[in-house]
């Protein structure tokens, strides 16, 4: 009998060439190109071609792709109608999924799963309808739960620019674009994590890419995976000051319970996101006049706390500690969190999505069967 690991730990699911984790290091780089480099130079539009085609593209080939994206931005009126049906006190991750998902039934799709050439312009075509509509769609939200119209997106904006400027109602200021630009970058994508396994195991059965998106959107939410972020902000200001970190830490840790945006399973040591978007914080707090911000300060003693106590386990902030912090700076209300890293993941999905259909086979797994041996009905009358 094959030996059992839960979580599938250490257990390879697929092969892949779209991105590289070394956890004890705490690296990561995308089709071979460290992050850092990627957020240094790069933007979100090439960083999502470079996923999808797996190399850098020219001048020409990422105008042609940006200019699709552009031009892929508006919904149909009836997803807008449909959205305007949804509960204002629906969460953005619920939001994203059931529109999303809604998307099947209006752009209807097919693949045959053989990788031909009719295919790869299917799946780029699809793609490039996925990640231009995500960012629509949550900024849509943001005004339609609140009881307005939503705000059209524009075509002469960039990705991170136009998702500001829909979601806040104003033109985007362009630090404000330049960061989320590198958190989208950040967030793009993870190797086979729980959403991007769901991604495999629903493109293998060709289902609609809407249906795989939508599925990983689910996986996301959840609070163990991109839902931390949310968790994050929640715990700092619970904890309310840095001075009640170390209690509140010890405090959690002796009823067993996790500490939001610490740990995971290939990082043995600081997540390389976590250090760009702690000092990205820092750099923006400075920008901003420099103020002691209490939610930075507090996180600052939580991972304090974190190291003298869980450093031995190989747990350390994941990306979803500070990000929070960061959105919170921008004005964006932290149920939202996870929603934009559901934009920015999309590339990602999408790039594998993609590899999982050039040479697919429906992922069937097996079981260790610990249930009862074959035994005979009991008729209702007999039972006791
Ligand atoms: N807080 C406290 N202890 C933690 C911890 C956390 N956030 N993350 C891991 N640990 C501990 C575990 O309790 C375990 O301790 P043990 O060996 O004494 O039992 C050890 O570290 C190994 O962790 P394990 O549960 O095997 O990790 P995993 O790979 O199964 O789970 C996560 C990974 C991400 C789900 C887990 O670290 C977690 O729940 N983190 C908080 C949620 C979060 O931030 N998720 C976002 C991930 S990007």
Known sequence: MNEYLPGLAGVPATQSNISDIDGEKGLLSYRGYPIEQLTANSNFEETTLLLLDGCLPTTEVLADFDNKLRRNRRVQYHITDLMKTFPPSGHPMEMLQTAVSSLAMFYPSTVSGDASADDLEYIHNMSVKIIARMGTIVAMWQHIRHGYDPIEPRTDLTYAENFLYMFNGVEPDPLLAKILDVCLIL??????????????????????????????????????????????????????????????????????????????????????????????????????????????????????????????????????????????????????????????????????????????????????????????????????
């Open 187 to 384: 967030h793009a994508e993870h190797t086979i994590n729980a959403s991007t396994f769901s991604v495999l195991v629903n493109g293998s059965t060709l289902a609609s890419p809407y249906s795989v998106i939508s599925a990983a959107i689910a996986a996301l939410s959840g609070p163990l995976h991109g839902g931390a972020n949310q968790k994050v902000l929640e715990m700092l200001e619970d904890i309310g000051s840095p001075d009640k970190a170390d209690a509140y830490v010890e405090e959690r840790l002796a009823k067993k319970e996790v500490i939001w945006g610490m740990g995971h399973r290939e990082y043995k040591t600081k997540d390389p996101r976590a250090t760009i978007l702690e000092k990205m914080v820092d750099e923006f707090i400075e920008a901003r006049g420099g103020a002691v911000n209490p939610l930075l300060e507090t996180a600052k003693a939580v991972e304090k706390a974190c190291d003298e106590r869980l450093s031995h386990k190989g747990v350390y902030p994941n990306v979803d500690f500070y990000s929070g912090i960061l959105y919170t700076e921008m004005g964006i209300p932290a149920d939202q969190f996870t929603a934009i890293f559901a934009i920015a993941r999309s590339a990602g999905w999408l790039a594998h999505w993609r590899e999982q259909l050039d040479d697919n086979r429906i992922f069937r797994p097996t079981q260790v069967y610990t249930g009862k041996p074959p035994r005979d009905y009991v008729p209702l009358d007999q039972r006791k």
